[in-house]
């Protein structure tokens, strides 16, 4: 079936307001718009509301970094549901390999994040993948398999229809490196028969999973042509307005 690409552009711990404004308006500029895809921006927190205002009137999505599970609380550094969607956002990145490697961040507390967006009817981005040990040892699918089922340990299936899922080998992230487009149409392909043995035929062939893995202008059209490819999420290319509207503009 026929999904509708998503690509997404994680700012990271990049911009202030005035740098993150213009880089909104400049996207939003080389967005030639199109049925068959969608463009989202994950900003860091402290400028949600300055890129939801460059946005106004764009079918460009605003989106977290990341997501508390309650809605308020105490919860010091930690920002809730309640409080993205006040900032304009209805999405959220959920589980990247920088809060697991960095942060410490394991698949329980994911699990809960995870909930805790669908709960206030924000559209998840769930993370997965592998470290270079881990693929080197084989254990790639035994990562993914773990990750994922944990994350989505009590989701029903009602709510697995808003869930994006993310492959985001770690060795390719910041690094250069990217998978080649078999490797990353194999993990996809995995990942689309897990989530149908853990839900349904129709629901793994409707949820959408990006690539993410120093996605770029030179290499996006051909992942893009992969069976099980739904999209990316993009980091450094995603700083620069003319690279990401290349990659958005995908042919």
Known sequence: MQRKALIAANWKMHTTSASARKLAEDV???WNGGEDREVLLAPPFTVLKEVASALAGTDI??????VCWEEQGAYTGEISPTMLKDSGATAAIIGHSE???LFGEDDAMINKRLRGALAFDLLPILCCGETLTERENGKTFNVLETQIRQALADVAQADI??????YEPVWAIGTGKTATTEQAQEAHGFLRRLI??????NIAEQMRILYGGSVKPANVDELMQQTDIDGALVGGAALD???FGRIINFS
Not at 61 to 66: R, T
Not at 196 to 201: G, N, P
């Open 161 to 166: 229809a808003s869930v994006v899922i993310a």
């Open 196 to 201: 149908e043995k853990l839900y349904k035929k």
């Open 61 to 66: 999505i605003l989106a977290g970094q990341n």
């Open 99 to 101: 809060r697991r490697q």
């Open 28 to 30: 939003a500029k080389t």
């Open 241 to 243: 307005a003319e690279s």
